[in-house]
């Protein structure tokens, strides 16, 4: 059985958002319960060279839209991060997910070997779309969920690992 490029990127993509989506919401009720402040956790880190919950989000979407898009040839929509609420995060989530489903499943399957340029840490990286997604790609983008998930939990959200893995 073959598993097709796109299988394994957009549906992949959009059930992660969706999670980070719904651990957003845990966040957001967890504050507003204690009557704290919801930019705080927006704002909050795991430790002071990481980025914010609000650059987790981001980088998290960033990382399935250009994802997406190397892997079809298409150019992803441009987000400014500035995105300072819950509010804000959960919309950027929203366009994300909406740019994802809006990419032809032709424009992926069949170009696995379509040239993917990365440019990394001052260096670029040609690779094959399906190494590009399988190895860098993918890995990034659960980076990110996981680290969201990860400053949350820190902050005394009562989430769990159903919470970040969904219901099947």
Do not use: C, W
């Not at 989506?21 to 704290?36: C, E, M, P, T, W």
């Not at 070997?113 to 670029?124: A, I, N, P, Q």
């Amino acid at each position: 059985m073959t598993i097709s490029m796109y299988d394994v990127s957009v549906p992949v993509f959009t059930r992660g958002l969706a999670q980070l989506s719904h651990v957003l919401d845990r966040g957001l009720a967890h504050v507003k319960a204690a009557d704290a402040d919801p930019a705080t956790l927006v704002q909050a880190r795991l430790a002071p060279d990481m980025l914010t919950l609000a650059g987790q989000v981001q980088r998290a979407s960033d990382a399935s839209k250009l994802g997406v898009a190397r892997i079809a040839g298409v150019s992803a929509p441009p987000f400014a991060d500035t995105e300072a609420s819950f509010e804000e995060l959960q919309a950027r989530i929203a366009r994300t997910v909406e740019f994802l489903n809006s990419v032809d499943r032709a424009a992926i399957d069949g170009h696995e070997d379509r040239s993917v340029l990365l440019k990394v840490g001052g260096h670029e990286l040609n690779l094959e779309a399906q190494r590009y997604l399988l190895q860098f790609a993918l890995p990034n983008f659960f980076f990110h969920v996981t680290t969201a998930y990860d400053v949350l939990r820190n902050a005394g959200v009562p989430i769990g690992k159903l919470d970040y893995l969904g219901r099947f």
